[in-house]
């Protein structure tokens, strides 16, 4: 069995800022970032073995610092990186949250196969932050779906853990969105919203399933 502990990386300038980051890489960890990803790592068990990481450099900064609490050495794996979002990318919050769609956006259910509409009446922001997942054929316009983004994170895991089966204690350094997409349909966390800066998600990696453990949370 491998024992998974997949983190959030620390805060960014954008994330202070209420922008909307996606897979731009402009940006590291600020300083809050900073004392996040020490927080986290100070709550970490000190055995792992190994951290992998998103290769973004918000992900990087955040490895390095776990990575002086366990000594882990850190590989970057592709798969990990945040949603790529198409045009929500440096948006604001704000904006995000009032999206509306002329045409509607028609996108398939994910479990029932009917047509679902994004128009007045539900916002872009409602069909990302639902956990059901009838809503992992979402995707932000011309962005990657929900389903797209768990099914890599998934792969890059296996690949990772079929490649090197000497690892059994292993840190996931990824982001928000992705994390979010990767939890959808585990009942326990059917009111998970988004994954902060300071919370840590514990999985079994049993029989290539992913197997929930433990949900912590560290406010600031």
């Known amino acids: 069995m491998v024992k998974l502990f997949i983190v959030r990386h620390g805060e960014t300038e954008l994330n202070g800022r209420g922008i909307i980051q996606c897979q731009v890489d402009t940006y590291s960890i600020n300083e809050n970032g900073k004392t996040d990803a020490h927080y986290v790592g100070q709550n970490l068990p000190k055995d792992i073995e190994i951290i992998i990481s998103s290769p973004l450099k918000r992900a990087v900064a955040t490895a390095s ?3 002086t ?21 440096t ?19 994910y479990v029932s196969g009917k047509d679902f509409v994004v128009g007045e009446g539900q ?23 929900k389903a797209q983004a768990k099914a890599r994170f998934e792969k ?17 350094v990824s982001h928000g969105f992705t994390i979010k997409s990767f939890v959808a349909g585990i009942p326990e966390l059917s009111d998970f919203k988004m994954m902060r800066h300071r919370e840590i998600l514990e999985f079994n990696l049993e029989n290539n399933k992913f197997i929930f453990e433990n949900y912590k949370k560290f406010e600031r």
Do not use: H, W
């Not at 704000?94 to 956006?105: C, R, T, V, Y």
């Not at 890059?156 to 996931?172: C, R």
């Open 156 to 172: 890059a895991i296996l690949d990772f853990v079929k490649k090197y089966p000497q690892y059994e204690k292993i840190i996931v």
């Open 123 to 145: 916002t872009i922001r409602d069909c990302m932050f639902l956990n059901d997942l009838e809503y992992q054929n979402f995707s932000y316009p011309d962005g990657e779906s």
């Open 65 to 67: 610092i776990i990575s």
């Open 69 to 89: 609490y366990n000594n882990a050495p850190i590989m970057l794996v592709d798969g990990l990186e945040e949603m790529y979002g198409g045009n929500i990318n």
């Open 91 to 109: 948006m604001t919050i704000s904006e995000f949250g009032a999206m509306k769609f002329n045409p509607p956006l028609i996108y398939k259910g």
